[in-house]
């Protein structure tokens, strides 16, 4: 199925207004990090372009929670920070979607796959992009492994799903 980036920028847009306008569909804050059980919410991480870093501002990266369900909307630089100041639990990120491929909106996301596999998980995590997202994502993986010594690498964690096609 062919996801172009258009059509996942509405869907996320319409999530976000949806949740505007339904107030009853934000969920509650909670001591367990950013999940919640029921509702939609929209967490907007950084909003810092370009890509030169500036201190106290992460770059482009949101986290979409649908009944408790988490997903990564971009990983621009400090992604990870701002998830650990949320005391988001890294096992619950399943899915990590990237709009397109500017530093501004990748530049955090090996920092992130680090989090997410030294929680020694064992569920595969999707990364859903645009074209060029496969070999970006391939390169970490291989730079993850010059410290990897467990039985599990990074890459047995992590499957890309780009337009549909699964790569390994």
């Known amino acids: 199925m062919k996801f172009p980036r258009r059509q996942f920028l509405h869907l996320a847009a319409g999530a976000a207004a949806s949740s505007a306008v339904f107030p009853s569909a934000w969920g509650q804050s909670n001591n367990e990090g950013a999940s919640s059980k029921k509702g939609t919410r929209v967490i907007t991480l950084g909003t810092k372009n370009g890509p030169f870093p500036e201190a106290g501002r992460a770059q482009s990266s949101n986290l979409l929670v649908v009944n408790a369900s988490e ?9 990870t920070r701002r998830l650990a100041r949320l005391r988001a639990n890294f096992r619950n990120i399943d899915n990590i979607f990237i709009t397109h491929p500017h530093s ?8 992130l796959m ?11 995590v999707n990364i859903y992009g645009p074209p ?3 070999a970006s994502v391939q390169g970490l993986l291989q730079f993850l492994m010059v410290s990897s010594n467990t039985s599990h690498t990074p890459t ?6 780009l337009y549909g096609r699964h790569w390994s």
């Not at 501004?104 to 920092?111: E, M, P, R």
């Open 71 to 79: 997903y990564i909307i971009d990983a621009g630089d400090g992604v």
């Open 104 to 111: 501004d909106h990748t530049g955090g996301l090996g920092a």
């Open 114 to 124: 680090t989090a997410i596999y030294d929680t020694n998980r064992t569920n595969l």
């Open 132 to 134: 060029g997202t496969a």
């Open 156 to 161: 047995d964690l992590t499957r890309l799903t």
